[in-house]
């Protein structure tokens, strides 16, 4: 079989397995849309998206991003640690997945750099966590540049990447503070 026919039978198993736990449609969509990610991106990453949002529509009808946009995004991000990435390409492999879904579903430019700047900025936090590396300015700013460089292959207008990326690092950076509840005060 094909690499998309595995990555969809991945995904409908999960989805099928999913049913027996709950009947929450969102969540059978995120996490078939999550399994099939993973299995095409051991194949092909460029299409972590489209078969994200595929394995989703299996389910049933898809009406919000973040039913699989998570999910696709956070998939690329394992896949490009797998690889042996850096953490940059790791963050924008989790930004472009996001997009993908999001031009999939027919958003606009600037919506889908919203989510991929998101998604982006999220795996950066993540990656500095793991080295123990949150803090301080220069933490912020390779989160920044995640979520800028993933706003601006989205194509979205120049004001609204430095927003994006702004606001992308911003949340970020709180949640990856908030993970630690030790060193963790409202500052």
Known sequence: KDAKEIALAAGAATAATTAMLTDDKGRKMEYASSAAAKVMGI???SKIGEIALEAAKAVGEVTDFSEIGDGAGEAAAIIAT???K?????AFA???AAIDVAKAMKEIPDKAADYGSVAAAKAMADRLELEDNYDGEDAAQKIAQ??????EYAGAKKNV???LAAN?????AAKA???DPLRASDE
């Open 168 to 172: 992308a690092a911003g949340k970020a």
């Open 94 to 96: 989790a930004g472009k």
């Open 82 to 84: 797998d690889a042996g």
């Open 43 to 45: 194949y092909d990453d």
């Open 146 to 151: 995640a979520a800028q460089r993933a706003a």
């Open 86 to 90: 850096s953490d940059e390409d790791i």
């Open 161 to 163: 990447v430095q927003r």
């Open 177 to 179: 503070a908030m993970a």
